[in-house]
């Protein structure tokens, strides 16, 4: 479910007024939203699987007491009161000791395991055990989820199944937005994904749309045991290649999983098997979304991504960073923006920052999270691993990446790292910074603007669209590099896949350049990939040229 801008913006603001116990402004957050929204099952779901145990439970005392699907709000009320007081409470005292969200209470408050005897003669409905399954996500006790669908594994109805692995699957989501109290046991997940395949498999097998779904069991378990770094186990799921797997996500999947194995040569000849597969695929027509995925962060969509709300967005980091003597300066696309535009570029769709030292993060990352008015997750805070962490502006959406730049011999070097597990380098000339007004925001820059961004971007005052500063950026360290060899090859399947032919045009470019390195695309392969840019970029020619009639030449024949 995906919560809405002002509805995001209330839980952020309420959350900060329970955490500092302001009734009077509890009551106007209160008054000035929606509260049949607010109150709403999917909104609770939604706190649940971010694990806010407090924000559930306000949210669902007030829903009980304003009748806004008072029965489904008192269970969870009652059921997250018990687990805290560690005492059965309201109707949960009522149900039978037999019945098996009492038993996963019981288990819970009292932190034991829950053991196949104690399952083996628990009863209720497929909606009580599936209220018993999320609760013991809820609380983190994987053990106990497993527990669950192993003793559910008798023969029952297919929806039963589907609605656990969406359950699984949302909860696996939240963890890429979010700071979570507790990390998600990824090796417990992939097995809670292989219960439910197998349990959607045992019925109505042949439907296409329930093999497409035992199918999605199959991929995310092989995401879970990849995040578990377990990544010959995922690697053999995803090796049995169901009947009718969508190829290109098979293909990216297999290769991210080799390259984070540290098998960058495999990985590379996998990427290349995908754009044969693309090539062969209709003689090389769009086929659709390839799933190409490249940086470990995702940004706002350019249509929800303003001037108004970039400035918004940049003010909220500026303050809460300087209250903590931070000082945050602007770089790359954004830096290129205040300097040659005196705005933000007309293609942005997040904004870059920089702050110099990487001890910096956890305090950067305690300042973010208890403002309240951004998104982050703990996943980027890699010691002296982390070059960079991506939050998102829970007003407007909008992605910052912030950079850590570390002094690194006579240089300040930076870096990003990529879906992929690996990183690519960047370094710069080290500079003092400025202070500057951008946006109507107090920030800074570097006091070497022009060279930081001839660094980046080499001639920075001719505009290019159409750059891919990961590839052409002379500040990247490296060049022709194993890494480099896989960046170029996930640049060249997203420009196939999206038909930017200019793009492709530059990394056909760059691959031909390297031709001679190790990881090198095969010069055939490499040929046909530059025969359809061409044929491409006929048709773009053609469709530009305005129509030409043929009836003068009809007249003179």
Known sequence: MELSDSLNTTLGRLKHALAQGGEHLILDILEACDLKELLSQDTISFTRRRREAQMCSFLCTLAAANNVSATRAQLW???????????????????????????????????????????????????????????????NSWTCAVRLLEAKSAPQ????????????????????TVVLPLPIDYAQLARLYELCGQGIRRQMLGIEAIDETAQLSGFLGARALERARRYDEALELLRLNPKGSDPFTLHQAIARNLCKRGDLQAAIAQLDMQAETFLQSNSGVQVGDMNVS????????????????????????????????????????????????????????????????????????????????????????????????????????ITIDIFLYKNTGDKLVTGLDFLFGHRQTFAFTPFALKQVNFLGVDLYVPDNVDLNLEENFGAWRVPDPSYISHLESPSTMDKGGLEFMITARLHLLKALDERKS?????????????????????????????????????TETLLRSPAKSVLPEVAYA
């Open 77 to 139: 009320l009652d059921c997250y009161q018990s687990i805290k007081l560690r005492q059965l409470e309201g109707a949960l005292q009522k149900l039978s000791e037999r019945n098996v969200l009492r038993v996963t209470v019981e288990a819970l408050m009292s932190d034991e395991e829950l053991t196949p005897k104690k399952l083996q003669r628990a009863k209720g409905t497929d909606q009580t055990w599936q209220d018993s399954l999320e609760l013991c996500v809820d609380f």
């Open 157 to 176: 109805d297919t929806l039963f199944w589907v609605q656990a692995l969406k359950a699984l699957a949302l909860r696996d989501q939240a963890d890429d």
């Open 294 to 397: 490249l940086t470990d962060t995702k940004s706002a969509d350019q249509d929800g991504f303003t001037v108004e709300g970039a400035s918004l967005a940049l003010q909220d980091l500026a303050r809460t960073l300087s209250a903590r003597d931070h000082k945050v300066f602007l770089v790359s696309g954004t830096l290129l923006g205040y300097r040659r535009e005196g705005k933000l570029l007309d293609h942005d769709k997040d904004i870059d920052v920089g702050v110099v030292g990487w001890t910096e993060q956890f305090e950067i990352f305690d300042s973010l999270w208890r403002s309240n008015l951004f998104h982050l997750s703990a996943k980027y805070l890699k010691g002296k691993d982390t070059y960079y962490i991506a939050v998102v502006h829970v007003a407007t959406k």
């Open 502 to 538: 200019t793009r492709l045009r530059k990394v056909i470019a760059i691959l031909a350049e390297h031709r001679h390195k190790p990881g090198s695309m095969d010069a055939q392969l490499l040929r046909r990939v530059e025969l359809l840019c061409q044929q491409r970029e006929a």
